[in-house]
């Protein structure tokens, strides 16, 4: 049987993949990347003659036991530049497991999956616009040990796909975001999709979550462009990840209600390490801070659904530990040591209209020096970045 084309790779046995379907049927390929003579492996690809069609996306076949698609030779590529729109594997089948494949230059997606059962393991995503797309009706899926790079989003998720996880996966350098967790209103189905132990290198953001139920724990995360982890939606819960070094900042949670920002350690970020703005009832919990411009901001919360910091530790900051701006959160036993400004910085937010938002937190238990807070009877007027964050909202 001779090797598949660019269009069918991974879909049928070849000298740079094979399919195992149950052994009473043969995944063969479709009529169009038959081609006449045998093709060769060259350079890690599998080509074929002129008779195959790159316009048309390949399907993985469904088989009563499922789909399993291996690379035989380590390195062995998948380009994808040939095919113009669609995905290159459209995963319809239950119970499809990807191992070792190398696939680049998507147009689209990589792997559109829209089943349940998915295990994709050791294999290698780059340059593509999405490289997993999981739609809303699929579930029981298991990403671990792949590489995403330079794609536009690594995985993207549109809804609270059960029984999902995504752990030890390293993506590097996708233009937005590695990890992509968004949809319009809150998703009711409950449970959460587990992301764990990944790391996040040179992202635009590492992870982007809204409205989706989502456990984002022991990650690493470093040198993102913009925030760490940015928070547009309610649903997620970030607990216990090393987040460092950006020009941005750490973890910004807006109009996130509920969220539990929980026990992560985050340095060296230009801006603030954490700010919760326009959200309500968020919890910012045991996490230490050091060696950034800014500790926490809350700004322009939700006064009758006030969010909470608690036992933070913030060191060092080179401006203020804690800024409050328009909000009236709770904090209870923080600790800001050796702030280069103030360790607790208190503003109204007056709108252009003439509007005032009053900042009124509730404080018990915290180590602040006397001499380091400011609140509003201290100045006039807010200064210039606190007003910016909130002109962002």
Known sequence: M??????CWGLWPSSAGRTRANARRRVRPPARCRSPSPARPTAGRVRCGKRCSSQTPPRARRASHGVRIVAEQPGTAIDAQGLTAGPVFDLTADNTS???VVLRNCVATGILLRARHLHLQSSVVESCDVGVDVAENASDILLEHNRFTNDRVG???????????????????????GLWAVRGTAD???????????HFIADGSGVVAGNVGLLVERNEFANARDAAIHLIG?????????????????IVAENAGETVIDSNELEQFATYAIMVRGSGNALVRANRIHNCGYGLAFVLGDPRRPSSAVGNTIIEPKFNG????????I?????????HAFALHVLDYQTPGGQTFAARPFLEGNNFRADAVQTPEDLQMPDS???????RQ
């Open 331 to 339: 904090l209870r036993h923080n600790q800001v040591l050796r702030p």
């Open 98 to 100: 990807i191992e070792g």
């Open 322 to 329: 804690i800024d409050v701006l328009g909000d009236s959160p």
């Open 188 to 198: 009711g189905r409950g449970g959460a999709i587990g992301v764990r132990e990944n």
């Open 155 to 177: 995985v993207r998720f549109t809804a609270s796909n059960r029984n999902t996880v995504v752990i030890g996966n390293t993506f590097l350098q996708d233009k937005d975001a």
């Open 385 to 391: 970045q606190m007003r910016a964050a909130a002109r």
């Open 234 to 250: 309610a649903g997620a819960v970030i607990r216990g990840n090393q987040i460092r070094s950006g020009t941005a900042m750490g």
């Open 2 to 7: 001779p090797s598949q084309c660019s269009c």
